[in-house]
C-alpha cells in the first residue's frame, strides 16, 4: 500500500478497523471527517451533528462487535459517518438524492442500521426493547446495545420514560450522552443547564480513585484501567448524578473527539461484566473540524450545497417568502393587535419562523425543547387562563403530541391553535418527516377547526381567523417551501367559518382543492377546458367544518366531483365522500373521484417528482377527470392519478 493512500480506503466494513492503533484510528477520522464535509457539499443535508461524532462511530465501531452488538443513533441524522464505515461508503454521495441513501439510519438501507430513526428520543426505549429480547432469547448476554443520543434529543419525555424503566432492570444497555450543548438551536431548559455544570463543576477523579471506582462496578477490567487509567482519568468522573439516581451507572464526562480517551472507556464498558445500564457522558463539538460548522452550529445543521473552501451555501435565486416566512408575518401582526397571543415551539424556532416571533415578543415565545406533547399541554395549561397560544410544529412532529392533542385540547374544547408547517410531502426528508396524516389525526377531533390555505394570501386569513376561533381548538396546516409570490397585506382577515369559494365556474367537471393543489387544479382546468369539458374549480380551505353547501353545489350540477389534497385518504376526500353519501348526494349518480397521497411510502426525492409520484400533479387530475367521464386521453391511456391508485 503505497504512503499516501488514505487508511479509510481500507475500510469497507467496521471489522477493518478493529486491527488498527489508536493512531490509525485516529487518521481515519481525520480522513472520515474530510469525506463528510467533501460529500455533504455536494449533497446537502445534515453536516454539524455528523462532523460532531466521527471520533466516537469511528471508536465504537473499532470496539464493538456491530452489526451483532447493536449500535442505535438518535434521530440518524448524524449517521453519515456510520454509513460511511458501514458498507455504504460507494453511495455515499448519493445521500438524500432520488434513489439515494436516506439522512436517517433504516432498517431496510443495512444490517448496520438495527432500528431507523428521523424523529427524536427513541434510541433508549428501541435499545432496551433490544437488551430485554437478547435476555429473553437467551441471546450471548455479551451482545451488546448501544444508543447514542444527543443532549437535545434527550429533553424529550420518551428518554426519560425509558431511563426510568431501565434504570430499574437489570439488563445491560449503553447509552452514549452526545453532548454538544447544541439541539438545532441553542438547547434549552433545566437539563441543558444541569449537563453544562456537571461538565464544569465536578472535581476529577485521581488514579486511585479512578481505579477503585472502576474495580467496584468492572472487577475483570481494574487490570487494564489501572494500565491505561492514567491516559483517561482526568476525563471521568463518577457518582451522584441524575443518571446514577435513575439507575443508571454513569461514567464521563470524557472528550469524545480524543481516541486516546474514548477507546480504553468503550472497551471497559464492553467488558464490563455486571448487569444494568450504564450512561457514558461524551462531550463533543457541533461541526467539529470546519470552521463555518463550529463557528454557526445552528447555520451548518442542515445545509444545502456549499463551498467547501469559503462555506458559503446555496441559495436558491430571490424568490417569493416561505410559507414559514408568512405565517410569522402574519402571526406578529395578530399579536400587535392582542398582547394575549403568544407563541410554543418545540426545538424549532428558526424552521417554524418563530425566531421572527421571539425577536418581536421575547416574553410572549415559548421554545419548550424537542418536548412536542409538554408543548401541547403547556399550550392547553395557557388557555384556560385566556392566553391565545399558537402551537408551531411541523405536522410530522405533532404526531409525538397527539393524546394531548386529543385528551388535553379537543376533549376540554380548549381555543388552542395548531400551526403545522411542513404538511404534505417535504423533499429530501423523505418519509419519516412527510406530514400527510394531520387532515386524518386533526380531522376527526370533535370541535376541532381545521384549515388548509391555497397560498400564502389566504395564509395570512387563516392565521387571522385562528386568532379569532376563542371558543374551541383549531388547526391550519401549510407546506414546505416557497409562496406564489402574491402580495400581501399587512394583517390577515377574518374568514368565516367553513365557507369555500369557487374560483371557476364550469358545468361538467368540479374540482374541490384542499390546500395549495388548488394551483394545480386550475391548471387542470385550462387543459379540460381547452378538451371542450367545462370545469369548476374551488377552493374548500375548511376540512372542518366542511362547506355542506358548496359540496351540495359541486355534486348536483356536474358529473364528476374531483376531491384533492396533500394527505393520505381519510382525511378530507374521505369526509366529503362522507357527507355525500349520508346527505343522499351520492345516490343522485354523481361521480366523486378523491385524489390523495397513496398508501404507501414516497421516498426522498425533489419535491416535483414526489408529486408526480403520488398522483397529485395537474396532469392527473386532467387523467382522473378523463377516466371518470370515460373517456381516453390524448396519449390513449386512462388516468394514473391517485384516485385510481389510492
Ligand atoms: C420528535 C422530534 N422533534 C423535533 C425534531 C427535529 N430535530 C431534529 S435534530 C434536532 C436537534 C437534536 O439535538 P441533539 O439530539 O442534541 O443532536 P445534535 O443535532 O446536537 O447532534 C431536532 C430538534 C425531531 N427530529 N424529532
Ligand atoms: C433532523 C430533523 O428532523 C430536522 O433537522 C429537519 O431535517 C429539518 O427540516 P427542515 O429543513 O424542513 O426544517
Ligand atoms: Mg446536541
Redesign the pocket.
Known sequence: MPPHTPLLDRVTYPADLRNFSAEQLAQVAEELRAEVVDTVSVTGG?LGSALGVIELTVAIHAVFDTPNDRLIWD?G?QAYPHKTLTGRRDRIRTLRQPGGLS??TRRSESEYDPFGA???STSISAGLGMAVARDLKGDDPDKQIICVIGDGSMSAGMAYEAMNNAGSMKSRLIVILNDNDMS?APPVGAMSAYLSRLISSRSFLNLRDLAAKMAKRFPRSIERTAKRAEEYARGILTGGTLFEELGFYYVGPIDGHNMDHLLPVLRNLRDHEEGGPVLLHVVTQKGKGYAPAEQSPDKY??VTRFNVVTGEQGKAPPGPPSYTKVFAKALIAEAEADPRIVAVTAA?P??TGLDSFGKRFPDRTFDVGIAEQHAVTFAAGMATEGIKPFVAI?ST?LQRGYDQVVHDVAIQSLPVRFAMD?AGM?GA?GHT?AGVYDLCFMGCLPGMVVMAPSDELELMDVVATAAAIDDRPSAFRYP?GDGFGLDLPARGKVLELGRGRVMREGSKIAVLALGPRLYEAMKAADELAARGFSTTVADARFMKPLDTDLITQLARNHEVVITIEDNVSGGFGSAVLHYMAVSGLLDRGVKVRPMVIPDRLIDHNTPAAQSIEAGLTAKDIVATALTALGVADASGSTSSGSAVRA
Open positions: 445534515h434521530v441524522h439522512g436517517f428521523a424523529h427524536s438545532i445543521h442542515g424549532m428558526t424552521g411541523y412532529f411542513r417535504v426528508d418527516h414546505r
